[in-house]
């Protein structure tokens, strides 16, 4: 079974500060996708790599996919507290092509 | 384009019902997936329909299941619920429903089994 372990699980922050989510596996994946949750809202993708090593920015997020395919990490800068939500990150598994989606990780941003 | 719309968006059943949950994906989506998502278990695959057939499955038991139509609609059905079915259950449809296709998820059912 193909399991994708998010850390940290919850995250209470100062709006300003800088923070890191990682999304770990022992699989490899053929690529890997990030996405933001809000409450009473379904989820919406932010990215996908494909690369490994690849790194991709989006305004204040950047992504980054590891070497080995087997794991990814989200970095904010600056947050802000519109980054307030659920961050997801989703594998896709090379022989079925599904999505296996990581345990979550809750971000609050405070004013 | 209108978004993906999923209904109804509450409902609440007693143990030993079933329910009908329908998907109305983006027009021009021919994949939709479904997906149930709980506080302990996150975000877990049921399944999903391309051009009206099953084309992936995840580890749900028989009592889940579901259906596409020619217009790309899509209903699960949940049968002799279980309180542990009680979760939020989301779609999201996609052009050609791979990996790297993005997905773009409905508002979700929240189910309440009692």
């Known amino acids: 079974t193909q399991l994708l372990e998010q850390s940290p699980q919850f995250l209470s922050i100062q709006e300003g500060e800088n923070l890191t989510v990682y999304c770990n596996s022992s699989?490899?994946?053929?690529?890997l996708q990030w996405y933001r949750q809000e409450p009473g809202e379904g989820p919406v993708l932010l990215v996908t790599?494909?690369?490994?090593?690849e790194v991709k920015k989006l305004k204040r997020l950047t992504f980054q996919f590891g070497d080995a395919r087997k794991d990814s990490s989200l970095h904010i800068t600056a947050a802000q507290p519109g980054d307030t939500g659920l961050y997801l990150c989703?594998?896709?598994?090379?022989?079925?092509?599904?999505?296996?989606f990581g345990t979550g990780t809750r971000l609050q941003v405070f004013p | 384009k209108a978004g993906v719309t999923q209904t109804p968006r509450y409902l609440i059943k007693t143990r030993g019902q079933q329910v009908t949950l329908s998907c109305s994906p983006i027009?021009?989506?021919?994949?939709v997936s479904w997906y149930q998502q709980t506080p302990g278990q996150g975000l877990q695959f049921l399944f999903e329909?391309?051009?009206?057939?099953?084309?992936n499955k995840g580890n749900f038991p028989g009592r889940f299941s579901g259906r596409q139509f020619s217009n790309s609609r899509s209903e699960m059905n949940v049968s002799t619920l279980e309180l542990g079915d009680s979760a939020l259950y989301l779609c999201a449809s996609s052009f050609r429903g791979t990996s790297t296709d993005t997905q773009y998820f409905g508002p979700g059912t929240r189910l309440t089994v009692l």
């Open positions: 027009s021009g989506h021919r994949s």
């Open positions: 329909y391309f051009s009206e057939t099953q084309r």
């Open positions: 790599v494909v690369t490994g090593g």
């Open positions: 699989s490899v994946f053929s690529s």
């Open positions: 989703a594998g896709a598994a090379f022989n079925t092509d599904k999505l296996i």
